[in-house]
């Protein structure tokens, strides 16, 4: 069991290790029942003194993640729902998985009634009008298979995100501030090999994406998880933490927040900002949702537009909204950081996929994207409008949601004594799947939510499976 400390950190040591074994215990890597490593053993092998090792195991106990034996050691002692990686048989049983917990485990298993990813249907997508320009392209420019495009990405779709942007969100930065990256989840990982150690914390939304808590806790770091109100993260909450120990990146889906739907208001967007030019830390901004609002009303300006001294890491993703099998996402970064960044994606893959970001450069300079999107906008309106009109005829007052003012995601609290995992089970013989709560909670304990994604299927299997999917928990209840 490897620990990384930073000793110039400003996080005192024992919090480092105290943060680093909780994560282990709670993601699985140390189980229930294993014998934590000796007080003198620890205390040699992180240059550490020996009452340091002694202060964390007892807290740890006091805390009920050990229990210590007199004489014995200490062993692992709190039961854990975490997710991990199976050991592979035969001589290659010495390579040890390091990856733990992942929401996609959970769905690896096909299902006709799929509500567990957020994903929008591919019939509400352009497919027909990019196959031809794939095919177009590569008449005209059949080298384009063989060339590698740029690190930080085509100039020429670098100046359409930057015009997108503008027009979108009303923010529209210089291009040699954007790097295309292949989706926003590759642009989480860069930023994280660029600015985070192990030992670094990073405070999330709680509950938070289930793909970027596992970016961030398979790098060994510290998750301080920060409770969300219909405003978005508590700032209040995040402040109280600063005061003690500040982390070293906030990490935010302020709009049209995954899972929940909810968005952070201007207020916090602004009160974020600051908390991070006072604490000097780095605030990470997913927005792959901002174009996926209802009935008419436009969600804040990004915390990016507010962004004066360079605080802010803006990701865009265009993977949901025009083209998953494309993969395109622009990370934005002002100039102090970015040819850190750069540094970061060329040593990740030397650039992104030259078709694919040429693939969509038509689509975006035309005025068929803005039609696009205003039906898209429409269609997944009424597929979030005819799920809660089912909910309500099957569960009124039985469970607790926000209705989201755009996104692709509805968060529902199911009522106490509802076995979850009972229920997923239930579900899966229907051939119905949903997200549970737990997977998006650095914790992965259970929870009484889950997450329905109402935008993956068509009309008629988005009716078919919520309704048989509330049946099944009125039936539960």
């Keep these: 069991m490897k620990l990384v400390l930073k000793k110039e950190a400003a996080t005192p040591i024992h919090q480092q290790i105290y943060h680093q074994l909780v994560n282990r215990i709670q993601t699985g890597v140390l189980a229930a029942g294993d014998r934590m490593p000796s007080l003198r053993l620890l205390s040699k092998e992180l240059e550490v003194n020996y009452l340091t090792i002694n202060k964390v195991y007892q807290r740890l106990e006091e805390e009920g993640y050990v229990e210590i034996l007199q004489g014995k050691g200490a062993f692992v002692k709190s039961p854990h729902s975490g997710h991990t990686f199976p050991q592979i048989d ?64 085509d100039e020429e779709l670098r100046t359409e995100v930057s015009a997108y942007l503008g027009n979108q969100l009303g923010y529209r930065p210089p291009i040699d501030e954007i790097l295309i990256t292949s989706g926003v989840q590759q642009a989480i990982n860069v930023v994280a090999n660029t600015f985070l150690t192990p030992s670094d914390t990073v405070a999330v939304e709680s509950p938070c994406y289930g793909a970027a808590l596992d970016t961030f806790m398979n790098r060994g770091n510290a998750i301080l998880p ?46 974020l900002l600051e908390l991070a030019e006072t604490y000097h830390f780095l605030i990470i901004e997913d927005d792959s ?109 039985r469970i607790t949601y926000e209705i989201p003012k755009g996104g692709l995601n509805l968060w529902i609290k199911l009522p106490e004594g509802i076995d979850i995992l009972g229920l997923q089970k239930r579900a899966s013989e229907l051939s119905i799947s949903f997200l549970p709560g737990s997977a998006c909670y650095a914790t992965n304990e259970p929870t009484q939510e889950i997450r329905i994604s109402y935008s993956g299927l068509s009309d008629r299997e988005n009716t078919e499976g919520i309704t048989k999917l509330a049946k099944l928990i009125t039936d539960l209840i």
């Design 289 to 397: 949702f901002n174009e996926i609002y209802f009935d008419g009303v436009l969600p804040p300006k990004p915390i990016k537009y507010f962004d004066t001294t360079g605080h802010c890491i803006f990701l865009k993703g265009f993977s949901k909204t025009m083209a998953p099998g494309i993969r395109l996402g622009a990370l934005i970064a002002d100039k102090e950081l970015y040819e850190s960044i750069f540094i970061a994606k060329a040593s990740m893959d030397v650039g992104s996929p030259l078709l694919n970001q040429k693939v969509i450069l038509p689509f975006m300079k035309t005025q068929r994207m803005k039609d696009h999107l205003e039906k898209l906008r429409i269609a997944l309106q009424i597929r979030r409008d005819m799920t809660v009109e089912i909910l309500e005829n099957h569960l009124k007052d």
């Design 90 to 153: 035969g001589h290659q049983d010495s390579f040890t998985p390091l990856l733990t917990r992942s929401q996609y485990l959970m769905q690896r298993s096909k299902r006709q009634y799929d509500f567990s990813k957020a994903v929008v249907s591919p019939g509400l997508l352009p497919s027909h009008f990019l196959a031809d320009q794939a095919k177009t392209i590569l008449d005209l420019y059949p080298m384009i298979l063989t060339t590698y495009g740029p690190v930080e990405g």
């Design 226 to 271: 920060i409770q969300i109100d219909r405003d978005g993260m508590r700032t209040d909450l995040l402040e109280e933490q600063c005061r003690r120990n500040p982390p070293r990146v906030v990490y935010v889906n302020p709009t049209f927040h995954n899972p929940t739907g909810t968005s952070m208001s201007e207020k916090r967007r602004k009160e």
